[in-house]
């Protein structure tokens, strides 16, 4: 595998092959994320799109890929489990990444972080005594606590009633502006609202689907996110 440097206002790319345990996960794929810029990933369950994730974030242990995979630097991610600490308040779950580099705790931002994902009075619970969306927010607050030019997201909001998911989409898109963004979701309107580049990933490759032009987030009903929608479960559902 090789790194290509590169600055955060070059394009990242990953183009190749990746295998588990030499059974191939997928073949020729290349993709391109569009820098400052949010990419969603969508395609059927097994089909690879967190491990391409993985790749990207440097933690794909055990999987073999042969091609060329453009350098992020550090980035900040946020993984389909919550991955929190079960010994740790939430509150401490969401300064995990400042803990873990040893370095200074900012209380503050954690707090406001909390708050801004509905959870404040949730701070001094242990992550046991929370419902799995709550959880799923504590890490989403955990991984807007990272000031990085490069995020990636797998299937943050899945667990999350459609109001929560509409605010923490919003909430996201905000505080992640001028960064970029890969997003793996299963929900097309998801895709359409947050989309500027949209992406299905299949055994025989990637497929794009226009992307409204429009800024993100867009409203759910706006005829542009109607549309990509219905563009989005046609395509999901042809055999490819
Ligand atoms: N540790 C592992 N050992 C063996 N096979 C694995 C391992 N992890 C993943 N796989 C296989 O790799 C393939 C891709 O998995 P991956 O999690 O990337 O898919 P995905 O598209 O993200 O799926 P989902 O939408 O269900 O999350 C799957 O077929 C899966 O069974």
């Not at 955060?8 to 295998?19: C, D, E, F, Y």
């Not at 580099?101 to 005594?129: C, I, N, S, T």
Request: hydrophobic letters at 40%; charged letters at 20%; proline letters at 6%.
């Amino acid at each position: 595998m090789g790194y290509g440097a590169r600055s955060v206002n070059q394009p990242l790319r990953m183009t190749g092959s990746a295998a588990i345990n030499g059974t191939p996960i997928f073949s020729q794929l290349d993709l391109v994320l569009t820098p400052h810029s949010w990419t969603c990933l969508l395609g059927a369950s097994g089909v690879g799109k967190s491990t391409v994730l993985r790749l990207f974030a440097g933690l794909a242990e055990g999987v073999t890929f042969d091609g060329t995979l453009s350098d992020p630097g550090r980035v900040a991610m946020m993984a389909q489990q919550d991955l929190l600490m079960p010994w740790l308040s939430v509150l401490d779950n969401v300064m995990l990444g400042a803990r873990l580099r040893g370095e200074r705790r900012d209380r503050g931002l954690a707090r406001d972080r909390l708050a801004q994902v509905g959870l404040a009075e949730h701070a001094d619970k242990l992550p046991r005594a929370l419902s799995g969306g709550q959880r799923q927010r504590v890490a989403l607050a955990r991984t807007l606590m990272e000031d990085r030019a490069v995020v990636l997201l797998d299937e943050p909001f899945s667990a999350l009633d459609a109001l929560t998911r509409a605010q923490m989409q919003d909430l996201t898109t905000k505080l992640l502006t001028g960064r970029t963004v890969l997003l793996v979701t299963h929900d097309p309107n998801e895709a359409a609202r947050l989309g500027q580049t949209i992406v299905i990933m299949t055994p025989s490759g990637l497929v794009e689907v226009a992307a409204p032009r429009t800024p993100i987030p867009r409203d759910i009903n706006a005829p542009d996110v109607l549309r990509t929608q219905k563009d989005l479960f046609e395509r999901l559902r042809r055999p490819t």
